[in-house]
Nanobody, 123 residues
Framework: QVQLVESGGGLVQAGGSLRLSCAAS????????MGWFRQAPGKEREFVAG???????AYADSVKGRFTISRDNVKDTVYLQMNSLKPEDTAVYYC?????????????????WGRGTQVTVSS
């Protein structure tokens, strides 16, 4: 069983930065592809960024150049550095894990999810 706990969300002004963390309780964290998703009110959950166990990455077009995903396989933690935040980035951000060697983008492909952390960007 994999448990994921997100932290680092909060309220920030447009143009500001936040760093989200996701701590995983799993025996072989380095074997998992990890991802960040977000869900705004009234919208479907959408892919934000993903990272493979070898740290290959993928990003949604809406966050490319502003967000950076990274992982620490010693601390069993994945991060999402968010810069130049916009009001449209406001959402609940979720961490997800999938036992796969490559970057995983599809929502339905992930097996494990955290409970989410709220990010609110004011204009």
């Amino acid at each position: 069983q994999v448990q994921l706990v997100e932290s680092g969300g909060g309220l920030v002004q447009a143009g500001g930065s936040l760093r989200l963390s996701c701590a995983a309780s799993v025996r072989t964290f380095s074997s998992y592809a990890m991802g960040w998703f977000r869900q705004a009110p009234g919208k479907e959950r959408e892919f934000v960024a993903g990272i493979s166990w070898k740290s290959h990455t993928a990003y949604a077009d809406s966050v490319k150049g502003r967000f950076t995903i990274s992982r620490d396989n010693v601390k069993d933690t994945v991060y999402l550095q968010m810069n130049s935040l916009k009001p449209e980035d406001t959402a609940v951000y979720y961490c997800a894990a999938d036992l796969a060697p490559t970057v995983v983008i599809g929502t339905d492909e992930y097996d494990y999810w955290g409970r989410g952390t709220q990010v609110t960007v004011s204009s």
